[in-house]
């Protein structure tokens, strides 16, 4: 490597101790000018992709002292850097006498991604283990004029819902993601619903196509980054949302003659929740990247408050505005609850469900799904319920709240 990477690497392990954001701007203004020296060099090239992301993403969520100083930690080791660019640069060299196929592009990450299993690649064996279920002809169930998975505006030819690459360009993911598991009959099925669910998601939220991946920090994950028995979720670390894969199905001796996989992709698994993460998504980028709250999140994260703050409620910042929005979740009037608060509150939940980032993500879901009922849409890989509906709000108490939500969206909009 080059001197200057070697300076700016060693610079970056001995970082830690009390900085100011100035501190970090200078480095990250260091790492870019080393970067450009170091085209053509992929070892030093790619550990300083690797630090600069680091220094970033430590500048966005750093909490300040009084004073405004940050007390940085580093917890890298020259190990760290090694193992991420033999990790990284393998992915870029082809092996020796194997031929390229179209196949070989879906689940693959690019070389900057980190962003939890590199999938296996190329075709999948016949009968193999991710694939044993899967072994005849494949079989798009997500397809634009499946009435039974989507209706709403005619999706343009020009519009390759199903190709890995249109998709992350268009939207401006950062990545698309699959997990070990998952046959490439699975995967075109997540590519194609998730091209389907994002057309809509941007019709029915008024943003641009780049706007919906937030200023590209989105990426999603298919079956890769999964969480006990959730369908879905959302990791404000690395900004990935995560569709759990179908539940396994029966072993092929044990099937019914008539078996279809089509419920597995569209009944089971994480299918039907990208609205309710997204929305988890568009509150933690807020709080994050536009107006850095001490959660992370505009909504005040998993706190379980349901006082107003008074102070918020007189302004209009974005974290003014979801105070509000969750204020009216809450609170029909002083003292008395909403009936769909209440109904919480008789049912005995658990702490999960009023927890604020929680309460404004289901509500987001029942949004999502007022507004294409406005318009006449359908999509059940956007939003499609799949837990009791007592714990959602209904669609006359949407009502109520639509103008606030439009604030918000709005104001959100305003800032990408």
């Keep these: 490597?080059?001197?200057?990477?070697?300076?700016?690497?060693?610079?970056?392990?001995?970082?830690?101790?009390?900085?100011?954001?100035?501190?970090?701007?200078?480095?990250?203004?260091?790492?870019?000018?080393?970067?450009?020296?170091?085209?053509?060099?992929?070892?030093?090239?790619?550990?300083?992709?690797?630090?600069?992301?680091?220094?970033?993403?430590?500048l966005s969520v750093a909490v300040r002292t009084e004073d405004g100083k940050i007390d940085a930690i580093v917890n890298d080791t020259e190990h760290d850097l090694q193992e991420y660019y033999e990790k990284h640069a393998r992915q870029t060299k082809p092996k020796k006498g194997k031929r390229k196929t179209k196949e070989d592009d879906l689940g693959k990450l690019k070389p900057k991604k980190e962003l939890g299993k590199?999938?296996?690649?190329g075709d999948v064996p016949y009968k193999g283990r991710a694939d044993q279920y899967w072994h005849d002809k494949l079989k798009i169930v997500f397809t634009p004029n499946n009435k039974q998975i989507r209706f709403g505006a005619e999706i343009p030819k020009s519009y390759?819902?199903?190709?890995?690459?249109?998709?992350?360009?268009?939207?401006?993911?950062?990545?698309?993601?699959?997990?070990?598991?998952?046959?490439?009959?699975?995967?075109?099925?997540?590519?194609?619903?998730?091209?389907?669910?994002?057309?809509?998601?941007?019709?029915?939220?008024?943003?641009?196509?780049?706007?919906?991946?937030?200023?590209?920090?989105?990426?999603?994950?298919?079956?890769?980054?999964?969480?006990?028995?959730?369908?879905?979720?959302?990791?404000?670390?690395?900004?990935a949302i995560n569709i759990t894969r179908y539940s396994r199905p029966p072993k092929v001796d044990a099937r019914k003659r008539n078996f279809d996989r089509d419920d597995l992709l569209t009944k089971s698994g994480g299918v039907g929740s990208f609205a309710?993460?997204?929305?988890?998504?568009?509150?933690?980028?807020?709080?994050?990247?536009?107006?850095?709250?001490?959660?992370?999140?505009?909504?005040?994260?998993?706190?379980?408050?349901?006082?107003?703050?008074?102070?918020?409620?007189?302004?209009?910042?974005?974290?003014?505005?979801?105070e509000k929005l969750i204020d009216k979740i809450i609170w029909q009037k002083p003292q008395t609850y909403t009936t769909y608060y209440a109904r919480l509150k008789k049912a005995e939940l658990a702490d999960y469900y009023f927890r604020?980032?929680?309460?404004?993500?289901?509500?987001?879901?029942?949004?999502?799904?007022?507004?294409?009922?406005?318009?006449?849409?359908?999509?059940?890989?956007?939003?499609e319920l799949k837990y009791n509906p007592k714990y959602y709000m209904s669609i006359p108490e949407m009502r109520r709240l639509e103008k606030d939500f439009d604030n918000l969206i709005n104001a959100i909009k305003r800032k990408l």
């Design 1 to 58: 490597m080059n001197t200057t990477a070697n300076k700016v690497i060693n610079e970056f392990l001995d970082f830690g101790g009390e900085k100011t954001s100035e501190d970090f701007i200078q480095f990250l203004k260091s790492i870019r000018k080393a970067m450009v020296e170091s085209i053509g060099d992929e070892e030093a090239f790619l550990k300083l992709s690797f630090i600069h992301e680091k220094m970033e993403h430590g």
């Design 118 to 121: 590199i999938v296996d690649e």
């Design 160 to 239: 390759q819902y199903d190709k890995l690459d249109f998709v992350e360009g268009y939207y401006g993911l950062r990545a698309i993601e699959f997990g070990n598991w998952l046959s490439q009959q699975d995967r075109l099925n997540y590519l194609s619903g998730l091209g389907l669910a994002l057309f809509d998601l941007h019709q029915v939220l008024g943003f641009t196509p780049k706007q919906i991946s937030l200023r590209n920090k989105l990426s999603v994950a298919f079956g890769a980054r999964g969480r006990g028995n959730t369908l879905a979720h959302f990791e404000a670390e690395t900004f």
């Design 276 to 322: 309710h993460e997204y929305g988890h998504a568009l509150d933690y980028y807020g709080g994050m990247y536009i107006e850095k709250t001490s959660s992370g999140a505009l909504s005040g994260g998993r706190s379980e408050r349901a006082n107003s703050n008074k102070n918020l409620l007189s302004k209009n910042t974005l974290e003014a505005l979801m």
């Design 356 to 383: 604020r980032n929680e309460l404004f993500a289901r509500a987001f879901e029942t949004y999502v799904h007022f507004k294409m009922q406005k318009k006449k849409y359908k999509n059940i890989f956007l939003a």
